[in-house]
């Protein structure tokens, strides 16, 4: 019976430790799966935001989080190259980003998002860039000119020139003005703190800046980003890669 016992305040911590706590809220789960890296904290952001969204079905911000949050898990597969957990969750997420875009009130944001995702599914299947890279590009320029006051609208725009080939629309000098204006937006009309997709947004700035030809700018917005968050590794990797280039 003891030895039951002990199992079971065991197995009670464990569970404890792993589970999302009822006050923690998807975008604080998700800030710590992006710091972390982890997918797994990003599986439980996506069921923590469908939780929150099931609680507040017509509330905008629910469902946007949502859409985030699955954003947030295919682009964490980038990292370790997991095409099988991005097939896994991509069809998923592209529905619901439509469902967003339905919405009057979330449709730049949806649309900015789903320029994204069709990024990544060409990064992993550059065959697809002819049937996708144009609906991306269209998306990302919709998405600005619905919402010119939302950084997530600007943000996915220079995503969408910084890694778009020259030939087909891409422009590195466009990433980077409209990578700025995000970052302004962010900074004016947002709350910065715990916010990932702020720091993502810094990190991309700082890329666009090194293919632009503006070390000591990519290295001021590297070094922003890690004054923003002292355990943003990947943003130190590429302060470390652009100092020493």
Known sequence: ????LIFVSLLLIVTLISTPTMS????????????????????KSVELAKVEFKQKPTDAHAHLSLGVAHYGLLLSTMNTEDEDLFDEYVSATKDRLKEIIDRPSTAAEGKGLLSAVLGLQMAYRPMKGML?????????ADAKELAPT???????????????????????????????KSIGLFESATK????WMYLDTLALLGQAYTKAGEKAKAIATFEKAIAAEADFTYAKLLLAKAKNS
């Open 192 to 195: 910065i703190s715990q916010n």
């Open 1 to 4: 019976m003891k030895r039951l």
């Open 150 to 180: 939302s950084p997530l609208a600007w943000r996915f725009y220079g995503i969408n020139k910084l890694y778009t080939p020259s030939f087909f629309g891409g422009d590195i000098k466009e990433a980077v003005l409209a990578l700025e």
């Open 132 to 140: 996708l890279g144009g609906k991306s590009s269209n998306l990302a």
């Open 24 to 43: 923690q809220s998807a975008n604080d789960l998700m800030y710590q799966a992006y710091i972390t890296q982890k997918k797994e904290l990003w599986k």
